[in-house]
């Protein structure tokens, strides 16, 4: 009994040994990949909702696994294959994509997570510029004239608008088109996340997703009432930095201490 006991104790270690060199082998070859997002982070700190989702995921993968599925080093090698031409096309940036697909890959081969799970990879690779672009053009024009005409309603405050910025007797606060759209993804992953966590069925997880991601718009605007107060008081600085932290900050951590006090009550 002893005997089989270490022996099993011994797999069990051979098979996490073998685990830990697979990702840190998957995590080397990224390097290039992890290093952009690395210093891109530092260039645009919008980019830090993205961190949430391999937490998440790391979260998940505890209460959910499935047997090893075949070609899941298929993908691992097609990431990589991804990853080198895009890299010797000259745009790093585009790789991204290919790392949620070797990670995808490899949790398929070790069976780690689900289908559910793994989709928390996906949404860890950062929206593009381009995409944001497009979408928080209009949306930045909003949170602009609303926040004026809110501030103005409901104070004495003289507020202007100049272009897309927030003009007050105090300072100046400057919205971005990186104002919200993030926001939306972050919503929308943890209300995903909350369905694994409470076992709720696909459909329903993913339609309180997309219910998630409209509360983007009001939470937001919130966060900018906000911001704009503190730069009428004389807080400039610390308003653009309230903006850029404060809503992905205050959402993910509300919402995870809601959804762990729920899952532990279904224990």
Do not use: N
């Not at 070859?29 to 260039?43: I, M, N, Y």
């Not at 950062?126 to 944001?132: A, G, M, T």
């Not at 103005?152 to 990186?178: E, K, M, N």
């Not at 919200?180 to 992953?189: D, F, Q, S, Y």
Request: proline fraction near 6%; aromatic fraction near 8%.
């Amino acid at each position: 009994m002893g005997t089989s006991e270490a022996r099993a104790r011994s797999g069990g270690a051979r098979d996490l040994r073998t685990e830990a060199l697979l990702w840190s082998g998957l995590l080397a070859a990224f390097s290039p990949t992890l290093l952009d997002l690395g210093q891109h982070l530092l260039e645009r700190p919008w980019l830090a909702y993205a961190l949430v989702f391999p937490l998440l995921f790391a979260r998940c993968a505890r209460q959910e696994s499935s047997p090893s599925a075949s070609g899941g080093l298929g993908w691992v090698a097609a990431g990589l294959a991804l990853e080198l031409v895009v890299i010797f096309l000259g745009g790093v940036r585009w790789a991204r994509p290919a790392l949620a697909l070797a990670a995808t890959g490899l949790c398929r081969h070790l069976g780690v997570g689900t289908w559910r799970s793994r989709l928390l990879l996906w949404l860890a690779v950062p929206l593009p510029s381009v995409l944001i672009k497009a979408v928080g053009r209009p949306l930045q024009m909003f949170w602009s004239r609303s926040a004026a005409e809110l501030a103005s309603f409901f104070s004495d405050a003289r507020v202007a608008i100049d272009g897309y910025d927030l003009v007050t007797p105090a300072g100046r606060l400057g919205l971005t088109v990186y104002d919200g759209p993030p926001l939306a993804v972050l919503l929308a992953g943890l209300a995903w996340y909350a369905g694994i966590r409470l076992h709720r069925p696909p459909l329903r997880a993913a339609l309180l997703s997309a219910a998630a991601a409209a509360l983007a718009l009001p939470l937001q605007l919130l966060a900018t009432l906000a911001a704009l107060g503190l730069t009428a008081a004389g807080g400039g600085p610390a308003a653009r930095l309230l903006l850029t932290h404060a809503p992905w900050l205050a959402v993910t951590g509300l919402a995870l201490a809601v959804i762990e006090g729920r899952a532990r009550r279904l224990a």
